[in-house]
């Protein structure tokens, strides 16, 4: 079975541009979670997807949001881009149990 | 204050046992597990251990769980350089899941 993916990989920006980042789950996973990882604040949840609906959600701003279509990949999608949201954003799958299993991330720059 | 805390750097040397801690404040949460990061890589989980267990080995691996005072340990028997990486220590049910900041472990030959 192929494992999480995400692209791109690597991603430059510039403060005010928007970006949206992608995720493939692993097959038959219906569950999609997103996290922020920066050296400051560590690994942070940004929000869950499950069948198309946000089932949970972490505390960013508006700026933060995504959505999972029918085939269960998922999009993250960021708005007004500030310096601080350069990050490592990590996308992980799960069939809805307890183990997660992660991507490589996308590592965004915003400059 | 945080919900996860680890310290963040530890340095052993091959062969020798790695200790790393890690507290928690959520006594609610089901499951806690142990992820891995190495260099440009993602998280793997290494294991995870229920919240009614005390123990859990697993290979060179073993998880501690101290429900009372809320403290978790992974033990890596036998180290190896290969070991090297970011440990995370994460508490929670399901797919809402709390982290710790990460112990970088250094392995030195």
């Known amino acids: 079975k192929a494992g999480v993916t995400q692209t791109p990989r690597y991603l430059i920006k510039t403060r005010g541009q928007q970006v949206t980042l992608s995720c493939s789950p692993i097959?038959?996973?219906?569950?999609v979670s997103w996290y922020q990882q920066t050296p400051g604040q560590g690994l942070q949840f940004l929000f869950e997807?499950?069948?198309?609906?946000?089932?949970n959600k972490g505390n960013f701003p508006g700026r933060f949001s995504g959505r999972q279509f029918s085939n269960s990949r998922s999009e993250m999608n960021v708005s007004t881009l500030e310096l601080g949201d350069s990050a490592l954003y990590l996308c992980?799958?799960?069939?809805?149990?307890?183990?997660?299993?992660f991507g490589p991330g996308t590592r965004l720059t915003v400059l | 204050g945080e919900d996860v805390e680890q310290s963040l750097f530890l340095s052993v040397r091959e062969g020798d046992s790695s200790v790393i801690n890690c507290t928690y404040t959520d006594s609610s949460s089901t499951y806690l597990y142990w992820y891995k990061q190495e260099p440009g890589a993602g998280l793997q989980l290494l294991t995870y251990i229920f919240s009614n267990m005390d123990m859990k080995q697993d290979q060179r691996l073993t998880v501690l769980l101290n429900k009372k005072d809320k403290h978790l340990s992974l033990r890596i028997a036998d180290t190896q350089t290969g070991d090297s990486a970011i440990y995370f220590c994460?508490?929670?049910?399901?797919?809402?899941?709390?982290f710790g900041a990460g112990t970088r472990l250094t392995v030195k030959p």
């Open positions: 994460a508490e929670g049910d399901n797919n809402d899941m709390r």
């Open positions: 097959s038959g996973h219906r569950s």
């Open positions: 997807y499950f069948s198309e609906t946000q089932r």
């Open positions: 992980a799958s799960s069939s809805g149990s307890d183990e997660q299993f």
